[in-house]
């Protein structure tokens, strides 16, 4: 009889999960689908609408191959859905300026956040980097990429950039010469660090739409946030702080 019991116990078990799994996969779908774009989309974790320019300028830019794929910069399979959360076509960012410097870990983003994040690296970061330290950048400290989240963790808000993978949070700067600058300590730090931050922060404003730092609020005391979301009435507004 005890030789039977577990063998019992098992086939009970099977039984168990076989009559349970079909009551339990409609739930599972649901929690699947709630980052799809499917049209009776809703959600009381963010408030987020159909905004049919963001699949249209992933195209163009998919299209228009502004982003090469190399060793650093690899494409991967679809996020989440092509409207609400997620990106048809995401990359990998391993690095930026053709390897020079490191994004760790890697971040994953939309189409269009790509060139600019090239164009940020190249035209501020590595200039000020030589300026103020005499050093080039070699890493930096990807805070968060993409997240189905509302902005700021914050239920029942919007759905932040993170989650159409169309904004980088950047924390930290390494140089070759071993120096590490953060935003939380550095923003407030020596002379050539706050000086060093800042030219990042501006050259962020000319390349992104949206910039938010340290004297935005206290969710950006430790990182820069940037984004591509389209601003104001003709979508080509900017926030810069
Ligand atoms: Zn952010």
């Given at each position: 009889m005890g030789v039977h019991r577990p063998l019992a116990l098992t086939r009970l078990l099977c039984l168990m999960s076989m009559r349970i799994l079909p009551a339990v996969l409609p739930l599972l779908a649901l929690v699947l689908t709630?980052?799809?774009?499917?049209?009776s989309f809703k959600s009381t974790y963010f408030k987020a609408k159909k905004e049919p320019w963001r699949a249209d300028e992933e195209q163009a830019c998919l299209s228009s191959r502004s982003v090469v794929q190399t060793r650093f910069i690899r494409s991967r399979s679809a996020l989440g859905g092509p409207s609400v959360c997620g990106a048809a076509r995401p990359f990998e960012m391993h690095a930026a300026g053709e390897g020079r410097v490191l994004m760790k870990p890697a971040a994953l983003l939309r189409c269009p956040m790509v060139p600019q994040v090239e164009r940020w690296v190249r035209n501020t970061v590595e200039p000020a980097a030589r300026y103020y330290f005499g050093s080039p950048v070699v890493e930096m400290r990807v805070?968060?990429?993409y997240a189905c989240r509302p902005i700021n963790h914050r239920r029942g808000a919007k759905l932040s950039e993170h989650g159409y993978a169309n904004a980088l949070d950047v924390s930290r700067f390494k140089l070759a010469n071993g120096r590490t600058i953060t935003v939380k300590a550095g923003w407030h730090g020596d002379s050539a660090e706050r000086s060093f931050l800042r030219d990042l922060h501006k050259g962020a404003c000319n390349t992104f739409t949206t910039v938010l730092g340290p004297n935005y609020d206290r969710n950006h005391h430790d990182h820069f946030h940037m984004d591509l979301a389209r601003r104001g009435r003709n979508g080509r507004g900017n926030f810069c702080k």
């Open positions: 709630s980052c799809s774009s499917s049209p805070a968060a990429s």
